[in-house]
């Protein structure tokens, strides 16, 4: 069975007192509940180390890192590091890392090959702008974005990857995409990935959606055949709305 999984992407938000609170919040109030998900938080970077301290049993992630494994790279880190504060998963390919920070697909697959090397998970994120969705070209889009950056893995590695679509246009815009629309494009990825790979590691790969995804809409969305789980934004840092998301199922 695919794994389900909810994460949340703190993005550059919350002091480190906030920062610690909701992440204590989240493990307590996860305790009276039982979750078919497994929770992993994104926070900022400088975060890591202290709440990996408090040793809860909740997967703790980097939203960047560095290709490299050392050197004259002023401002970054680079997965070693981070693998030695404890993260065991990493974002690679988030739309405003794309957008704001020019992350192309070539530079994205150096950072999937270092991500492996050290074994961190990777949830690698694609998605549309808008207009592409307009133009109703977003399955080629998307493609595109899996084939240059992910399918060049040997079938082993590939397994180790979990997929989320976001819909750029529905990221922080309070507009969601519909069910029918997600499941429409998660069947689509999974459809390129049998392609590429086979039915069985198709099947067995987790897609998220992540895009608006709130307690509200999440229990739809995650219904759908193809949606297992979600990459929430906004919705996260509430730890009451990201408890109602992850037992959504
Ligand atoms: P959002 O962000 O839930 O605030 O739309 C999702 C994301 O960017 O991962």
Redesign the pocket.
């Known amino acids: 069975m695919r794994k389900k999984i909810v994460a949340g ?1 703190w ?1 550059m938000n919350l002091s480190k007192e906030e920062a610690i609170q909701l992440y204590k919040e989240i493990d307590a109030k996860r305790k009276t509940i039982s979750l078919k998900s497994t929770l992993i938080v994104f926070p900022p970077f400088i975060y890591l180390d202290c709440l990996k301290s408090f040793n809860l049993d909740i997967e703790i992630g980097v939203q960047n890192f560095y290709p490299e494994e050392k050197g004259a790279f002023t401002g970054e880190v680079s997965v070693s590091q981070i693998k030695n504060m404890g993260a065991t998963y990493t974002l690679i390919g ?3 890392r794309r957008m704001y920070f020019h992350e192309n697909h070539e530079f994205l697959k150096l950072k999937v090959e270092a991500a492996l090397k050290h074994g961190l998970h990777i949830v690698f ?1 694609c998605g549309e702008p808008l207009e592409i969705r307009e133009e109703n070209t977003q399955n080629k889009y998307v493609k595109k974005q899996l084939v240059e950056s992910l399918f060049h893995l040997s079938e082993e590695n590939f397994k180790k990857i979990t997929v ?1 679509y ?1 819909p750029i246009w ?4 309070g507009k969601t995409a519909s069910s029918s629309q997600a499941e429409e494009m998660h069947a689509a990825i999974r459809g390129f990935i049998s392609d590429k790979y086979s039915k069985n590691v198709a099947e067995n790969c987790s897609i998220l959606y ?5 307690p509200t809409n999440a229990a739809e969305l995650f219904a759908c055949e193809n949606v297992d789980g979600g ?6 840092l509430k730890s009451e709305d990201f408890l109602k998301i992850a037992n959504s199922f």
């Open positions: 992407n993005k988030h739309s405003e994120c989320a976001e529905a990221i922080g815009t992540g895009g608006s995804c709130n990459l929430i934004g906004g919705a996260s």
